[in-house]
């Protein structure tokens, strides 16, 4: 998949701590249903900024991308940080030589 032209969605929003629990547990329920269109998708929670989280999701072709913008996860997605938080931003856009990768197991 080098050189390969990639989509991204990114989704940030401040998420106070009585709701994280709830909020992981739908985003959870989201990858879950995501289609096989969406190559990676990752949720974290920002280091430098408390309780502020972001969604990264990357995407094989723009019609997959625009097409989830349209479904009902991403307006549960959105309705997650509308109604469990503060949404700060949302950005896609085209991205090139992105490398994916992924642990499945690691030996500690």
Same mark, same amino acid.
């Given at each position: 998949?080098?050189?390969?032209?990639?989509?991204?969605?990114?989704?940030?929003?401040?998420?106070?701590?009585?709701?994280?629990?709830?909020?992981?547990?739908?985003?959870? *329920?989201?990858?879950?249903?995501? %289609?096989? +269109?969406? $190559? /990676?998708?990752?949720?974290?929670?920002?280091?430098?900024?408390?309780?502020?989280?972001?969604?990264?999701?990357?995407?094989?072709?723009?019609?997959?991308?625009?097409?989830?913008?349209?479904?009902?996860?991403?307006?549960?997605?959105?309705?997650? *940080?509308?109604?469990?938080?503060? %949404?700060? +931003?949302? $950005? /896609?856009?085209?991205?090139?030589?992105?490398?994916?990768?992924?642990?499945?197991?690691?030996?500690?």
């Amino acid at each position: 998949m080098q050189n390969a032209i990639l989509y991204f969605l990114k989704i940030s929003g401040t998420i106070n701590n009585s709701k994280q629990r709830e909020f992981q547990q739908t985003v959870q *329920f989201i990858f879950n249903h995501l %289609p096989a +269109e969406c $190559l /990676s998708h990752n949720l974290t929670l920002d280091v430098n900024i408390s309780n502020l989280y972001h969604f990264y999701s990357l995407w094989q072709s723009e019609e997959a991308l625009a097409e989830f913008k349209f479904s009902k996860e991403f307006d549960l997605l959105s309705g997650a *940080f509308q109604t469990l938080g503060t %949404p700060h +931003e949302t $950005l /896609s856009g085209k991205g090139a030589n992105a490398q994916l990768f992924e642990f499945n197991l690691l030996d500690t």
